[in-house]
């Protein structure tokens, strides 16, 4: 178990009244303390007694437009934030993040990068032009789904030069490559583009299988063999959430664990050292142990593997100053210190004892508090700005989870509450649109489990409604809205507050209903 410093500090939030209502409960009275025996098959446990009473806000950064009437934008943090422009007339509105979903998306025209975003059209049937032609759909792609498109174009294209020049992945290359453009040109993938996902899933089972049957050589070589099996096969899996069910994106995830699992050194039953994956060169272990423990989050269910997470101040600076050549932010949009901080609440959860630390909790809280939200300036300010809001609400997210996970709480404990309003505040400051939407998805889950007024609840769901993939029946977008749905459906009935297992509960009922 992580040590605890005796001198942490007590976080203090804005004080939430003991005759707080709401419009789903209008007759409860939110007292924290008060015992609240949910109906049904569900018992909640005790709220801990620590109750934090306010947050200090500090600036984040002070972002200014020369162009416009835009005359500041303040972005403070965690709970108490202001995000809407300040006019010239006082007047507060949301700030629309620049929705450039096409080839025109404005950027840098000295960028060396240039061409591979915008060269013409190319013949995919010209043999010359294949590699050309995969990055360059591969390049389409980036610009419709990642957090920072651009600064995943180099590493993007070495790393397709080097599929290319492999047959066993030069043809799922291709593959993906086309599933990728069909996407691009309408935002949807037809039958045949998930005839080909299928094919492939099939064919990386097959070669999963023939890895596991190799015996093991020496570490370093059995690593790279490791690596080079997993090689398109997480491109898949981001290129399936967007055609198939949670259940389907799942079972590709879990038939690749057991050679994600090689490449790692600690011996079989001992918990894998997070930190060392996501300072591993290789992208591809990188991606595998974010993806793992996200998809836990969002869906309320186990990960692959148990991580172990030696958390502290000194370190988390020390991840910050590796963005720039290990971070995968620019594909995720939330750094690596977010993911570090889930995956210890998740370990933390798993050891004895750990509940019965009153500092505990008090001493996350400042971790969470010390994350720094890193851009490198490149951007408009208010692009910039918009990236910064996707981080700081999935900041707000982690609040919500290490209440309601660690601690227990419910939806109406005042630190979730307080967590979950600042997350709204952030949300609603910036306009809708598939930017910065299509990056909110995963904190708009861990916050809307929290939500309980209607109005939230309404917002929250327009969001998701406003990605295009996510109307869409049977996708993953369409099902985590489908959760959403359900536990606010069932703790309505039930008269009582959400607590974190109603997520996998919900998870459960909606796989089934695609199954």
């Known amino acids: 178990m992580p040590s605890i410093s005796r001198d942490s500090a007590i976080l203090d939030g804005p004080v939430v009244s003991e005759t707080w209502t709401n419009g789903i409960y209008p007759d409860f009275i939110a007292n924290p303390m008060a015992p609240w ?28 437009q020369s162009s416009g009437n835009v005359a500041q934008v303040l972005v403070r943090v965690p709970h108490s934030y202001d ?47 294949a590699l050309p032609f995969v990055i360059q759909c591969y390049s389409q792609w980036a ?15 070495n790393q397709l030069i080097k ?27 037809d039958g045949t583009g998930v005839s080909i996902l299928n094919y492939l899933s099939n ?25 080079h099996a997993l090689d398109t096969t997480l491109e898949l899996f981001a290129i399936q959430v967007n055609s198939h069910p949670l259940a389907t994106c799942f079972q590709l995830l879990d038939r690749v664990a057991h050679v994600f699992r090689r490449a790692c050194p600690q011996p079989p039953g001992h918990a894998l050292n997070l930190l060392d994956i996501l300072m591993d060169p290789n992208p591809n272990l990188r991606h595998f142990a974010i993806i ?38 620019w594909l995720h949009g939330m750094p690596e210190e977010i993911v570090l901080l889930f995956a210890w609440i998740n370990h933390l959860c798993e050891t004895p004892g750990v509940s019965d630390n009153p500092e505990l909790i008090p001493s996350i809280e400042k971790l969470i508090l010390q994350i720094r939200m890193t851009n490198d ?29 660690l601690g227990k709480a419910n939806a109406l404990d005042p630190r979730v509450i307080r967590a979950q309003k600042g997350f709204m505040q952030l949300i609603r400051g910036v306009k809708p649109g598939r930017r910065p939407d299509v990056h909110l998805l995963g904190p708009i889950v861990v916050a809307g489990v929290a939500t309980l007024e209607e109005e939230d609840r309404s917002t929250l769901r327009q969001r998701i409604l406003g990605i295009r993939e996510c109307t869409v029946p049977g996708t993953t977008g369409n099902e985590a809205l489908l959760e959403l749905e359900d536990i606010w459906t069932r703790t309505k009935n039930e008269r009582r507050a959400a607590i974190w297992l109603d997520l996998r509960i919900s998870h459960m009922r909606i796989t089934q209903l695609w199954s």
């Open 143 to 157: 610009i419709f789904r990642l957090f920072e498109p651009l600064k995943a174009i180099h590493a993007m294209e």
């Open 37 to 64: 025996n949910p109906v049904g098959p569900l018992t909640l446990l005790p709220l801990p007694p620590h109750l934090p009473r306010q947050l200090p806000s500090r600036n984040i950064g002070n972002f200014s």
């Open 377 to 405: 300036g490149s951007d408009e300010p208010i692009l910039m700005l918009g990236r910064v809001v996707v981080q700081e609400c999935w900041r707000s997210a982690v609040f919500i989870y290490l209440y309601m996970v």
């Open 292 to 329: 793992d423990i996200m998809g836990s989050v969002a869906v309320g269910r186990p990960s692959c593997f148990r991580y172990e997470v030696p958390l502290s101040f000194d370190l988390c600076g020390y991840i910050n100053q590796l963005q720039n050549t290990h971070s995968l932010r």
């Open 83 to 129: 995000m809407t422009a300040i006019t010239s007339g006082s007047k507060r509105e949301a700030l629309a993040w620049p929705n450039y979903t096409s080839l025109d998306e404005k950027i840098d025209l000295e960028d060396p990068r240039l061409p591979l975003l915008v060269a013409p059209t190319l013949d995919k049937n010209v043999k010359e032009n």
């Open 163 to 189: 599929q290319f020049s492999l047959k066993d992945t030069r043809t799922r290359t291709i593959l993906l490559a086309n599933v990728m453009r069909m996407y691009t040109k309408n935002l949807e993938i």
């Open 203 to 227: 064919e990386v089972e097959k070669s999963v299988k023939l890895f596991m049957a190799t015996r093991p050589s020496s570490p370093v070589i059995d690593k790279q063999n490791a690596i």
